[in-house]
């Protein structure tokens, strides 16, 4: 019995003695810039556990282990993986990964520097350049705000823009017809990505469009 007992300690000892791994988190903004609805998981568990991502759609500020890990895609309802993207993401980092397709090659990140204005009331925004035929884009937000012969894949820096209402044009880059004149609301001390999506001559879920993102911080 005393044999026993101290085996059972020197186990004891050895498990407190174990040095288990740190794990370091990255902060990720998911947006679905494609056509179909999605389920997003990281090595086979599940991540948009709230509701699917719908065409424009997205999911912001999850955290996620940092480091080379295993990005899936399925469609809703069926098991098989529509596409794999293995991605190495910083700790302590902000991102955004775009879907434009369905494979790997339509989709890319880009690191984020966040910043708000809590000073001057006013708001920033970006244009994310997601519509794989549209060509180069030139994009205007309000009278004062434009982002000029951006191309697909692109990211913009984020630029202040004053609060209220604001119309948004998109332009083939040397077009005087826009392709989209719409309205958005932008409140201040707040951060947002604009972002079209889809195909020029899409129709249903892949028409030609824009989506907005708040990426302002949890906290």
């Not at 880059?173 to 947002?192: A, C, F, H, M, R």
């Amino acid at each position: 019995m005393l044999f026993i007992a101290a085996i059972i300690g020197l186990v004891s000892c050895k498990n407190n003695d174990n040095v288990f791994p740190t794990v370091t988190y990255t902060d990720l903004t998911v947006v679905n810039a494609s056509p179909n609805i999605l389920n997003f998981y990281l090595d086979g568990t599940r991540q948009n556990n709230t509701s699917s991502l719908f065409p424009t759609g997205y999911v912001a500020h999850l955290a996620l282990p940092a480091g080379l890990q295993n990005y899936q895609f399925k469609i809703p309802g069926s098991s098989s993986v529509l596409f794999s993207d293995p991605l190495n993401f910083n700790a302590r980092t902000f991102y955004s990964l775009y879907v434009t397709g369905e494979s790997a090659g339509g989709a890319f990140s880009h690191a984020d520097t966040l910043y708000i204005d809590t000073i001057q009331n006013i708001a920033t925004v970006r244009f994310v350049h997601a519509a794989p035929d549209a060509g180069n884009l030139d994009v205007y937000v309000g009278d004062t705000v434009n982002f000029k012969a951006r191309t697909f894949k692109t990211t913009s820096v984020f630029l202040a823009v004053g609060s209220g209402q604001k119309e948004v044009k998109i332009y083939q880059q040397g077009s005087l017809i826009p392709k989209i004149d719409t309205t958005i609301t932008i409140l201040p001390n707040q951060v947002y990505t604009l972002f079209a999506k889809g195909l020029l001559n899409g129709k249903g879920n892949a028409v030609f469009d824009v989506g907005i993102v708040l990426n302002t911080p949890n906290n």
